[in-house]
C-alpha cells in the first residue's frame, strides 16, 4: 500500500511542472504550425485567413467551453452535437412559423439549456452513467431534430440577424468577440470562485465534496445546463453564419470539441485540466485544419491527423 | 521440523538509503519460529521499509540478511515467497469475482495437468486443507466477493502458505476488520503460531500487541529502540519509546468538567424504520457512543448531519429543526468529521488550503470572487492551531503523514466554527504522536464549549475521552455509561450481546 502512496506521491510532485509543460508544449506546438503552414502557404499567415480561422472555431470552442468544466468535473457529454442541430432547427422552425427572430434566438437558447437539463437530471439527480445518457440523448435528439424538420434547411432570416454570425466588431468577428468574453469569464470562474473549486474537487473525489456540506447534484446538474445552453449559443452563431439550419448542424462535433479539451491537458477521468489549454487546444484543431486545407490535404487525411492528436494527448495522461 | 530456539531469521545492520534520506540506520531483528513479533513504531520510524526489505521488495544498503543461518539475498517478491517470506497486506489483492480457491492457486502450476487443465478438484481439496490448517471454515467453492471481510484474510494467508511461507508478516491485520471479527483473526494467527510460522505483526493498536504478540520490536526514526517479552513492557514504556520523548497522559484529567444544558435532544430519532433513539448531549460534553459495524452508530451520525435522508426531528437549543441535507445541519452548526479521510475527508489531489476552506467557501467569497486573503488567513490561523506540519499551505494533501491529513480535516470542521461536532474515528490511522495532540486538542475544543460526539470503535480511545458513553447494538441505544464507569468488557458485553444470542 505505502508502494502506491510513494508512486501516487512522486506523480503529484510532479504534478505543477507537468501543468506549466502542457501549456507551454501546447504554446510550442501552435507556433511550430503556425510557422509551418506559412512556409507552405503564402496565404496562411494574411489577416483575412486568421480572422477566418478564428470564426471557423467559434463553433468548437463556445462548446469547448461548458465541456472542459463537465470533464474536470469528472462527467462527459457527448450529446453537444444533437442539442446544436435541436437548438438551430428550433431557432429555424420558429421564426419560419412567424416568430419574432429574438424570440425565436431566445427560445433556441432555452431549448438547449433544457435539453442539457434533461442530461444534468439523468446523470446528477438520479445517478446514471454520463456516457450512456449522452449517448442516449445525442441518438434522441438528432431523431428529434429530424421530426422537425423533415430534413429539409430552414433558410431566410432578417439582414439583423446575420450580424451575429457574420458582423464585424472594429475588424474582429462578433462571433469571435464573444467566444473570447466567454472564455475570459468561464476563465475567471473556474480559477477565482467557488464554482470553480466544486468543480475541480468533484472530479477528485465527489464523496468528499458530498461529505462536506456541499450539494454535488445541484452542481452537476448546473455544468449539463450550462454545457446545453452553449450548444444553443454556438447554434446560434452556426445559423446566422451559414444563413440556414440544416438538420445535420453540429453532427459529430462531439468528437473535436472532446478532441480540443483533451490536447488541452484536461485529464479524462477529471480532477484535472485547464481553461487556457482547452482554448490553445481549440486553436491547433482550428490551424491544422485549415492550415492542411490551403496545403489541398484531403478532409479524410485530416481526420486521420485529429485522432492521432487525441492519442499523443492521452498517452501522455496515462504517466 | 523446526527448532524454537534457533532464529529462522537474523536480519544484521540492516540500512536502507533513499536519495537524500537514510530510511534505516544499522538495525538487527531476529525472528524465532512459533512467535508472534509485533513491529511497532510511529509512521515514518521505518517499519514498511524494513519489511520491504524482508519481502523483496526493497534491497538493503548495507547489512545482512540470514535464513536458517544462510545469508540469502531478496532480489525482489518471488525469491522471497519462494524462501517462504509472505507478507499480507492491510489491503488485500484478492480478486471478488473469483472462488476463494481460485484464488489461492492463482498462476500455480501445481493445479494444472500436463494438458493444460486445472485440476478443479484439487485445488479446491487442497485450498479446503489450507484454511483447516489455520482453524477456519469457508466454503472455498465460493467467490470471494460474496466472504466476510475475515474469511478474505484467511484466503490470503492460506495463499501466502500454500507458497509453504514460514515467515509471515502481517501489516495492520485488523484495520479492515469489524470489532467482532477481530478475535477470530487471533485465532488464526494462534493457530499459525502453533504450526511453527513466525510472524510479523505490524500494528499501532496496544491492546491487540499485548494479546496476541510473544516479542515487540520498537523502531524510532529508522533505528531499533527495544526489543522484549511482552511480558516485560508496559504501553506506557512502549509508547515513550516510540515517541522518544514522555507523551505523559494520553488522555485529558476529566475531573474538572462541568456541563450546563443540552444543546442537543434527540427524540425518537430513527435508525431505521424499526429502530429509534434518544439521547441528550450538554455544552462543551464528549459524549461517546460505541458499537459494532452495523450497529447504527454511522448512520444515527450521518442521519444528524442529513447525509441520508429520513424523517426526524432534533432539537438544538430547544428548537426543534429538520434537517434534510448537510447544508440544514452546517446552518445549525453542526459539523461532521467522517470515518474515512481518504474517501469521504478529504480531496487529497488538492492543496491543505483547498481542503480547508472547502465548506465555507460561500462564506469567504465576496460576491462570487474568493477572498483569496482570507482564505490564507484562516489557513494559517488553522495550520498554527493544529499544528499542522506542513512546509506551505498550498501543500498537496496527499504529501502529508496520516496524522496531518487528519488534522487538515478536523481544521476543515473547525473553520465552520460548529457548536457540535461530531467525529466519527478521529484517529483511525495515525500514529500514537499525532492522538495524543489531536486528544489534547478534543478536549481544548469542549473545554471551550464545543459539545463533541465522538464515536469510536476504540475503546481505550472512547473510556479515555468520554464524559458519558452511550452504547449502540442492532440500532438501539442498549446502555449507558458515565465517566468511570465503562470498561473494554463491558462494552464489549453490550454491544454485541443480543448478536451472541442469534448465533446461539
Same mark, same amino acid.
Given at each position: 500500500m505505502n508502494l502506491v502512496k510513494e508512486e501516487v506521491n512522486t506523480r503529484l510532485k510532479r504534478l505543477p511542472s507537468i501543468k506549466i509543460n502542457t501549456i507551454s508544449i501546447l504554446v510550442i506546438l501552435l507556433a511550430g504550425l503556425l510557422i509551418f503552414f506559412s512556409t507552405q502557404s503564402?496565404?496562411?499567415?494574411t489577416t483575412l485567413n486568421i480572422t477566418n480561422v478564428l470564426v471557423q472555431v467559434t463553433t468548437i470552442g463556445l462548446i469547448a467551453i461548458p465541456m472542459t468544466y463537465v470533464i474536470i468535473s469528472g462527467a462527459m457529454d457527448l450529446s453537444v452535437g444533437s442539442i446544436l442541430g435541436l437548438s438551430a432547427v428550433t431557432l429555424g422552425f420558429l421564426y419560419e412559423s412567424g416568430t419574432n427572430i429574438w424570440v425565436s434566438v431566445v427560445l433556441a437558447l432555452v431549448v438547449g439549456a433544457l435539453a442539457g437539463a434533461l442530461n444534468g437530471l439523468l446523470i446528477?439527480?438520479?445517478?446514471?452513467?454520463a456516457i450512456v445518457v449522452t449517448i442516449g440523448t445525442l441518438v434522441m435528439l438528432r431523431g428529434l431534430v429530424y421530426i422537425i424538420t423533415k430534413g429539409k434547411p430552414i433558410s431566410g432570416y432578417p439582414d439583423s440577424f446575420y450580424f451575429l454570425g457574420q458582423g464585424k466588431v472594429l475588424g474582429i468577428p462578433f462571433s469571435v468577440i464573444v467566444m473570447m468574453a466567454l472564455f475570459s469569464i468561464a476563465y475567471i470562474l473556474i480559477k477565482k470562485t467557488r464554482i470553480g473549486r466544486y468543480t475541480y474537487a468533484l472530479g477528485n473525489n465527489e464523496e468528499a465534496v458530498r461529505y462536506s456540506g456541499i450539494n454535488v447534484v445541484k452542481v452537476r446538474f448546473l455544468t449539463f445546463v450550462m454545457s446545453g445552453l452553449f450548444a444553443g449559443i454556438a447554434a446560434i452563431f452556426y445559423v446566422s453564419r451559414y444563413a440556414s439550419a440544416q438538420?445535420?448542424? *453540429?453532427?459529430?462535433?462531439e468528437l473535436d470539441v472532446i478532441t480540443a479539451v483533451l490536447i488541452g491537458g484536461t485529464h479524462i477521468f477529471g480532477g484535472r485540466g485547464s481553461l487556457v489549454g482547452t482554448f490553445l487546444g481549440v486553436l491547433i484543431i482550428g490551424t491544422l485544419r485549415n492550415g492542411l486545407n490551403l496545403m489541398g490535404v484531403s478532409v479524410l487525411f485530416q481526420t486521420v491527423i485529429l485522432g492521432v492528436l487525441i492519442l499523443v494527448a492521452v498517452s501522455r495522461q496515462n504517466k | 521440523m523446526y527448532q524454537m530456539d534457533k532464529p529462522i531469521l537474523i536480519m544484521e545492520g540492516i540500512t536502507k538509503e533513499f536519495p537524500g534520506v537514510?530510511?534505516?540506520?544499522g538495525v538487527d531483528f531476529e525472528l524465532y519460529p512459533g512467535e508472534v513479533h509485533a513491529l511497532m513504531g510511529e509512521n515514518g520510524a521505518g517499519k514498511s521499509t524494513l519489511m520491504k526489505i524482508l519481502s523483496g521488495v526493497y534491497q538493503h544498503t548495507a547489512g545482512k540478511i540470514l535464513l536458517n543461518e544462510e545469508e540469502v539475498t531478496l532480489n525482489n517478491p518471488t525469491v522471497a515467497q519462494e524462501l517462504g517470506i509472505s507478507i499480507i497486506h492491510q489491503e488485500f489483492n484478492l480478486f471478488?469475482?473469483?472462488?476463494a480457491a481460485e484464488n489461492i492457486f492463482?498462476?500455480?502450476?501445481?493445479?494444472?495437468?500436463?494438458?493444460?487443465?486445472?485440476n478443479w478438484s484439487r485445488m479446491n481439496a487442497e485450498a479446503k486443507a489450507l484454511t483447516e490448517s489455520i482453524g477456519a471454515d469457508i466454503d472455498?467453492?465460493?467467490?470471494?466477493?460474496?466472504?466476510?471481510v475475515h474469511s478474505q484474510q484467511v484466503i490470503e494467508i492460506a495463499k501466502a502458505l500454500s507458497f509453504n511461507a514460514k515467515i509471515l508478516i502481517m501489516d495492520e491485520?485488523?484495520?479492515?476488520?469489524p470489532e467482532d471479527e477481530v478475535q477470530k483473526m487471533f485465532d488464526v494467527v494462534k493457530q499459525l503460531r502453533n504450526n511453527g510460522v513466525a510472524i510479523v505483526y505490524v500494528s499501532h493498536r496496544m491492546n491487540e500487541i499485548f494479546k496476541i504478540a510473544d516479542k515487540v520490536t520498537v523502531l524510532r526514526d529508522g533505528g531499533k529502540v527495544s526489543t522484549n517479552k511482552i511480558t516485560e513492557t508496559t504501553e506506557d514504556q512502549l509508547i515513550s519509546e516510540m515517541v522518544g520523548?514522555?507523551? *505523559?497522559?494520553?488522555?485529558?484529567?476529566?475531573?474538572?468538567r462541568i456541563f450546563n444544558e443540552s444543546v442537543l435532544n434527540v427524540n425518537d430519532?430513527?435508525?431505521?424504520?424499526?429502530h429509534k433513539v434518544s439521547f441528550s448531549l450538554r455544552r462543551g460534553e464528549i459524549l461517546g457512543f460505541f458499537g459494532l459495524v452495523g450497529s447504527g452508530t454511522h448512520t444515527l451520525a450521518e442521519r444528524i448531519f442529513g447525509l441520508k435522508k429520513g424523517k426526524g426531528t432534533v432539537e438544538i437549543n430547544g428548537k426543534s429543526i429538520l434537517i434534510k441535507n448537510p447544508k440544514d445541519a452546517m446552518k445549525q452548526g453542526i459539523a461532521y468529521l467522517p470515518p474515512d479521510r481518504h474517501r469521504? *475527508?478529504?480531496?487529497?489531489?488538492?492543496?491543505i488550503r483547498e481542503n480547508m476552506t472547502l465548506p465555507i467557501l460561500k462564506r469567504i467569497s465576496n460576491g462570487l470572487i474568493i477572498d483569496k486573503k482570507a482564505e490564507q488567513v484562516i489557513n494559517e490561523e488553522y495550520i498554527e492551531k493544529l499544528s499542522i506540519?506542513?512546509?506551505?499551505?498550498?501543500?498537496?494533501?496527499?504529501?502529508?503523514?496520516g496524522g496531518n491529513q487528519q488534522k487538515v480535516v478536523l481544521a476543515k470542521w473547525l473553520t465552520t466554527k460548529p457548536d457540535i461536532l461530531i467525529m466519527e474515528e478521529?484517529?483511525?490511522?495515525?500514529?500514537v504522536g499525532a492522538k495524543a495532540e489531536i486528544y489534547r486538542l478534543i478536549n481544548e475544543l469542549s473545554l471551550s464549549g464545543l459539545s463533541i460526539i465522538l464515536i469510536s470503535t476504540e475503546m481505550p480511545e472512547l473510556i479515555g475521552m468520554s464524559d458519558r458513553i452511550l452504547v449502540m447494538n442492532e440500532g438501539n441505544i442498549v446502555n449507558e455509561f458515565k465517566?468511570?464507569?465503562?470498561d473494554q468488557q463491558k462494552l464489549l458485553k453490550e454491544a454485541s450481546n443480543s448478536i451472541d444470542k442469534m448465533v446461539v
Amino acid at each position: 500500500m505505502n508502494l502506491v502512496k510513494e508512486e501516487v506521491n512522486t506523480r503529484l510532485k510532479r504534478l505543477p511542472s507537468i501543468k506549466i509543460n502542457t501549456i507551454s508544449i501546447l504554446v510550442i506546438l501552435l507556433a511550430g504550425l503556425l510557422i509551418f503552414f506559412s512556409t507552405q502557404s503564402p496565404y496562411f499567415l494574411t489577416t483575412l485567413n486568421i480572422t477566418n480561422v478564428l470564426v471557423q472555431v467559434t463553433t468548437i470552442g463556445l462548446i469547448a467551453i461548458p465541456m472542459t468544466y463537465v470533464i474536470i468535473s469528472g462527467a462527459m457529454d457527448l450529446s453537444v452535437g444533437s442539442i446544436l442541430g435541436l437548438s438551430a432547427v428550433t431557432l429555424g422552425f420558429l421564426y419560419e412559423s412567424g416568430t419574432n427572430i429574438w424570440v425565436s434566438v431566445v427560445l433556441a437558447l432555452v431549448v438547449g439549456a433544457l435539453a442539457g437539463a434533461l442530461n444534468g437530471l439523468l446523470i446528477a439527480r438520479y445517478k446514471m452513467q454520463a456516457i450512456v445518457v449522452t449517448i442516449g440523448t445525442l441518438v434522441m435528439l438528432r431523431g428529434l431534430v429530424y421530426i422537425i424538420t423533415k430534413g429539409k434547411p430552414i433558410s431566410g432570416y432578417p439582414d439583423s440577424f446575420y450580424f451575429l454570425g457574420q458582423g464585424k466588431v472594429l475588424g474582429i468577428p462578433f462571433s469571435v468577440i464573444v467566444m473570447m468574453a466567454l472564455f475570459s469569464i468561464a476563465y475567471i470562474l473556474i480559477k477565482k470562485t467557488r464554482i470553480g473549486r466544486y468543480t475541480y474537487a468533484l472530479g477528485n473525489n465527489e464523496e468528499a465534496v458530498r461529505y462536506s456540506g456541499i450539494n454535488v447534484v445541484k452542481v452537476r446538474f448546473l455544468t449539463f445546463v450550462m454545457s446545453g445552453l452553449f450548444a444553443g449559443i454556438a447554434a446560434i452563431f452556426y445559423v446566422s453564419r451559414y444563413a440556414s439550419a440544416q438538420a445535420s448542424a *453540429g453532427d459529430g462535433i462531439e468528437l473535436d470539441v472532446i478532441t480540443a479539451v483533451l490536447i488541452g491537458g484536461t485529464h479524462i477521468f477529471g480532477g484535472r485540466g485547464s481553461l487556457v489549454g482547452t482554448f490553445l487546444g481549440v486553436l491547433i484543431i482550428g490551424t491544422l485544419r485549415n492550415g492542411l486545407n490551403l496545403m489541398g490535404v484531403s478532409v479524410l487525411f485530416q481526420t486521420v491527423i485529429l485522432g492521432v492528436l487525441i492519442l499523443v494527448a492521452v498517452s501522455r495522461q496515462n504517466k | 521440523m523446526y527448532q524454537m530456539d534457533k532464529p529462522i531469521l537474523i536480519m544484521e545492520g540492516i540500512t536502507k538509503e533513499f536519495p537524500g534520506v537514510k530510511a534505516l540506520d544499522g538495525v538487527d531483528f531476529e525472528l524465532y519460529p512459533g512467535e508472534v513479533h509485533a513491529l511497532m513504531g510511529e509512521n515514518g520510524a521505518g517499519k514498511s521499509t524494513l519489511m520491504k526489505i524482508l519481502s523483496g521488495v526493497y534491497q538493503h544498503t548495507a547489512g545482512k540478511i540470514l535464513l536458517n543461518e544462510e545469508e540469502v539475498t531478496l532480489n525482489n517478491p518471488t525469491v522471497a515467497q519462494e524462501l517462504g517470506i509472505s507478507i499480507i497486506h492491510q489491503e488485500f489483492n484478492l480478486f471478488p469475482n473469483l472462488s476463494a480457491a481460485e484464488n489461492i492457486f492463482i498462476d500455480r502450476k501445481e493445479i494444472i495437468s500436463a494438458s493444460g487443465k486445472i485440476n478443479w478438484s484439487r485445488m479446491n481439496a487442497e485450498a479446503k486443507a489450507l484454511t483447516e490448517s489455520i482453524g477456519a471454515d469457508i466454503d472455498v467453492r465460493r467467490e470471494v466477493q460474496y466472504l466476510g471481510v475475515h474469511s478474505q484474510q484467511v484466503i490470503e494467508i492460506a495463499k501466502a502458505l500454500s507458497f509453504n511461507a514460514k515467515i509471515l508478516i502481517m501489516d495492520e491485520p485488523s484495520a479492515a476488520l469489524p470489532e467482532d471479527e477481530v478475535q477470530k483473526m487471533f485465532d488464526v494467527v494462534k493457530q499459525l503460531r502453533n504450526n511453527g510460522v513466525a510472524i510479523v505483526y505490524v500494528s499501532h493498536r496496544m491492546n491487540e500487541i499485548f494479546k496476541i504478540a510473544d516479542k515487540v520490536t520498537v523502531l524510532r526514526d529508522g533505528g531499533k529502540v527495544s526489543t522484549n517479552k511482552i511480558t516485560e513492557t508496559t504501553e506506557d514504556q512502549l509508547i515513550s519509546e516510540m515517541v522518544g520523548k514522555e507523551v *505523559g497522559d494520553l488522555y485529558p484529567d476529566k475531573t474538572k468538567r462541568i456541563f450546563n444544558e443540552s444543546v442537543l435532544n434527540v427524540n425518537d430519532f430513527d435508525i431505521t424504520s424499526k429502530h429509534k433513539v434518544s439521547f441528550s448531549l450538554r455544552r462543551g460534553e464528549i459524549l461517546g457512543f460505541f458499537g459494532l459495524v452495523g450497529s447504527g452508530t454511522h448512520t444515527l451520525a450521518e442521519r444528524i448531519f442529513g447525509l441520508k435522508k429520513g424523517k426526524g426531528t432534533v432539537e438544538i437549543n430547544g428548537k426543534s429543526i429538520l434537517i434534510k441535507n448537510p447544508k440544514d445541519a452546517m446552518k445549525q452548526g453542526i459539523a461532521y468529521l467522517p470515518p474515512d479521510r481518504h474517501r469521504q *475527508g478529504l480531496v487529497k489531489e488538492s492543496s491543505i488550503r483547498e481542503n480547508m476552506t472547502l465548506p465555507i467557501l460561500k462564506r469567504i467569497s465576496n460576491g462570487l470572487i474568493i477572498d483569496k486573503k482570507a482564505e490564507q488567513v484562516i489557513n494559517e490561523e488553522y495550520i498554527e492551531k493544529l499544528s499542522i506540519k506542513t512546509p506551505s499551505q498550498n501543500q498537496v494533501v496527499n504529501l502529508l503523514s496520516g496524522g496531518n491529513q487528519q488534522k487538515v480535516v478536523l481544521a476543515k470542521w473547525l473553520t465552520t466554527k460548529p457548536d457540535i461536532l461530531i467525529m466519527e474515528e478521529p484517529t483511525r490511522g495515525v500514529d500514537v504522536g499525532a492522538k495524543a495532540e489531536i486528544y489534547r486538542l478534543i478536549n481544548e475544543l469542549s473545554l471551550s464549549g464545543l459539545s463533541i460526539i465522538l464515536i469510536s470503535t476504540e475503546m481505550p480511545e472512547l473510556i479515555g475521552m468520554s464524559d458519558r458513553i452511550l452504547v449502540m447494538n442492532e440500532g438501539n441505544i442498549v446502555n449507558e455509561f458515565k465517566n468511570g464507569e465503562a470498561d473494554q468488557q463491558k462494552l464489549l458485553k453490550e454491544a454485541s450481546n443480543s448478536i451472541d444470542k442469534m448465533v446461539v
